[in-house]
């Protein structure tokens, strides 16, 4: 059996076996914490382990990890965090959705926590500052808001006509509010109408395209969500169907057939954790960890999806484009 095959068999459990962290009495021991599953996330993770190699770790040698998967059932996240911290693992990671982060902040105040893919730790509480963390917690940071000026401008590219576009976001998520706000004042420096979409279980997808062509929304940009990106290949799916262009932040969306994408990449910050998380096992506090943020952004679009759906790539747009995927 391969081992992300038995990852993903156990690791939506509720824990590891106990003997998978006694192996080696005084091995340090990772909890690492996720809103969704192994599965969706498999890249990640990869990306996280070859993080912890840049200082040395290597899981099964001398660093043990014990996984909790909620399987976007964010309700579980509490008592995984709790549990994770009565085990008094050497450090907390959380991934996925911000939930996982405030979940284990909440859990404890004096395990090392390292927090990936949060939009911005700062606006839901979890840091200080970005230099000055404080606390307990540091991590690695989307920069999503910052964005979307710039990705309302490619659609613009891509659509010089349009004139309405709808965002999708999961309401649940926090920090929502200044996801909207965010696009908001984009829009209306664009000159765009705007309107939101909410989902936040997967049945509420087709309803959310089917509002937007009844309202003649020419494009549509998918707000970052750990449980967008698990539902991605569906989305992008609907998106094809309803003949609907649609810019998403990471390149994994465009993999599965997604039109186009602008942002960082999702491993580059699951590395990242793991580099954090390496040096917190090294002796180094979250405090004294500034977060960490992208430093390479890439737009990637789909050849395939935009022939599908009529469109026609400009010269400008395809010359500056990192990847294309036929």
Partial sequence: MRRREFIGLVGSTVAWPLGVQAQQPGMPV?????????VSYASQLDAFRQGLTQNGYVEGQNVAIEYRWAENQFDRLPAMAAELAQRRVSVMVAGGSPLSA?????????????????????????????????GNLTGATLLSA????????????????????????????????????????????????????????EAEFDTAFQTAVSQQDGALIVAPDSFFLTERARIADLATRYRIATMYELRDFVEVGGLISYGARSADLYCQGGTLTGQVLMGKKPADLPVLQPTKFELAINMKTAKALGLTISSGLLSIADELID
């Fill in 30 to 38: 990772i909890g690492f914490l996720h809103s969704a599953s192994p």
């Fill in 102 to 134: 405030l979940a284990a902040k909440a859990a404890t105040t004096t395990i090392p926590i390292v927090f990936m893919n949060v939009a911005d730790p700062v606006a839901i509480g979890l840091v200080a500052s970005f230099n000055r963390p404080g």
């Fill in 146 to 201: 910052e964005l979307v000026a710039k990705r309302l401008g490619i659609l613009r590219d891509l659509l010089p006509s349009v004139k309405r576009i709808a965002m999708l976001v999961n309401p649940t998520r926090p920090g929502v509010d200044a996801q909207k706000a965010a696009v908001k004042e984009a829009a209306q420096t664009l000159g765009l109408a705007l309107q939101f979409l909410e989902a936040s279980r």
